[in-house]
T-cell receptor, first 118, second 115 residues
């Protein structure tokens, strides 16, 4: 199998604080991980593509300084929402591609993290 | 530009009846298409994928989808719905570019299965 975990599964924080979300590939190495955001009753929107050992590539309209991504190892990527505000409340989902796989191969998704900013 | 359109935001069927979830795509070249399912509190799971091989693709849990170029469609079907099929379904197209390809998700179809 290919299991991706996210921690925490849900987090509530105060406005102005920073929150870190972890994405781990448990039984495989992932050279590339993706971060998505899903609004209620809406589709997933790609935020950024994270490659191990290099800077993340952000999609248009996503603030790099607001959403800090670190892909420090082949099994871990983190997303830090800095100075969170209520409008950042959302469901954040990560996915990973197995190291050595083709670019059209399957992305394995984590269960998501529900962020609520008060 | 590549995109997918899911024509129905909600579909309700009775258990044991056929399921049809519609998806149309737009692509300037032969696309790679996927269907993913999202159950509450669970990660997205790949149901099936089309990558220019056989046009009729069989997936997990009895689902299948047919790629029809003439209709630019990739509808998802299942002969007989089960209660456990109730979930959100996403049609997805892959965009090729640079070092990494990207998935573009449709807006999703929520499938309800009535007993």
């Amino acid at each position: 199998g290919a299991v991706v975990s996210q921690h925490p599964s849900r987090v509530i924080c105060k406005s102005g604080t920073s929150v870190k979300i972890e994405c781990r590939s448990l039984d495989f190495q992932a050279t590339t991980m993706f971060w998505y955001r899903q609004f209620p009753k809406k589709s997933l929107m790609l935020m950024a593509t994270s490659n191990e050992g290099s800077k993340a590539t952000y999609e248009q309209g996503v603030e790099k300084d607001k959403f800090l991504i670190n892909h420090a190892s082949l099994t871990l990527s983190t997303l830090t929402v800095t100075s969170a505000h209520p409008e950042d409340s959302s469901f954040y989902i990560c996915s990973a591609i197995k190291r050595g796989s083709l670019s059209t191969d399957t992305q394995y998704f984590g269960p998501g993290t529900r962020l609520t900013v008060l | 530009a590549q995109s997918v359109t899911q024509l129905d935001s909600h579909v309700s069927v009775s258990e044991g009846t056929p399921v049809l979830l519609r998806c149309n795509y737009s692509s300037s070249y032969s696309p790679s298409l996927f269907w993913y399912v999202q159950h509450p509190n669970k990660g997205l799971q790949l149901l099936l994928k089309y990558t220019s091989a056989a046009t009729l693709v069989k997936g997990i849990n009895g689902f299948e989808a047919e790629f029809k170029k003439s209709e630019t469609s990739f509808h998802l079907t299942k002969p007989s719905a089960h209660m456990s099929d109730a979930a959100e379904y996403f049609c997805v197209v892959i965009i090729y570019g640079g070092a990494t390809n990207k998935l573009i998700f449709g807006t999703g179809t929520l499938l309800a299965v009535q007993p």
